[in-house]
């Protein structure tokens, strides 16, 4: 199997919960468990670890309701970290921290106004790079990207987003040239010459999965996806991850792959 980045898969940066999780930014108003989400994080964390990835932790932050889902903060491509700006106020600051763990393991870019950038826009799939275009991103920061990757041989390739978040909430990347995508939420004729799974009506949340080592984990509760990236060939665990969803964040958004 074609393994999902040419660099091997080491490390996961993550960051705790903090206990003002409960305030983070969402679109619904149930109500959030925050020791229920500790507990899950920390499942999430365990699972990583059995997949052979050593954390990095980030010092937890209470001030930063939001700082939980490190993904947002910085994107690393290879022995390049690019330092996120996100477009909301009250998660700007979270990337501080994360930067000053990334200027110890990699070459350090920023992102800069008017560019702004959350790394759940950010899908990379081999030498391509798609980029989505949503509420937190926009197309100043698909040119400084490219001009951060001008001698990386990759392909920045702007996508429209629409009725999710981010890209990665409607697309991720299983390795194998394989990828797992919810319908209607952008121009999937972007995604040419890849295998495509579609998650089934019903289990749209279950298009954000992270893949580590060729496993695949899946938001728990969503049997018929999990047949269907089985049948691709992949080892699937799931992961109850329900506080996260109330806070409409999902596998991948609780960690930086390096
Ligand atoms: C936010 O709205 O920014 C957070 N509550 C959720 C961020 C989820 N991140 C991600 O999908 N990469």
Redesign the pocket.
Known sequence: MKSMDADSVRHAIVRPVPDSYDR???TNREKIDVALAKRQHAEYCRALQKLGLNLIWIRGDNTLP?SC?V??TAVVFGEKAVICNMR?KS?ANEVTEVAKAMEELKNMYRIKPPATI???DVLRIDDRVFVGISA?TNLHAVSQLKKILENSRMNVVPVKVHKV??L??ACTYLGNEVVILSRGCFDTNVLQGLRKIIVPRGEEYAA?CLAVNETVLIAKGHPETRKLVEKEGFRVEELEISEFRK????L??LSIIL
């Open positions: 983070c930014i969402r939001d889902f993904e947002d909301v998660r959350d790394g759940g937190r978040l981010h990665k909430s954000d806070g409409d964040g999902a991948t958004c």
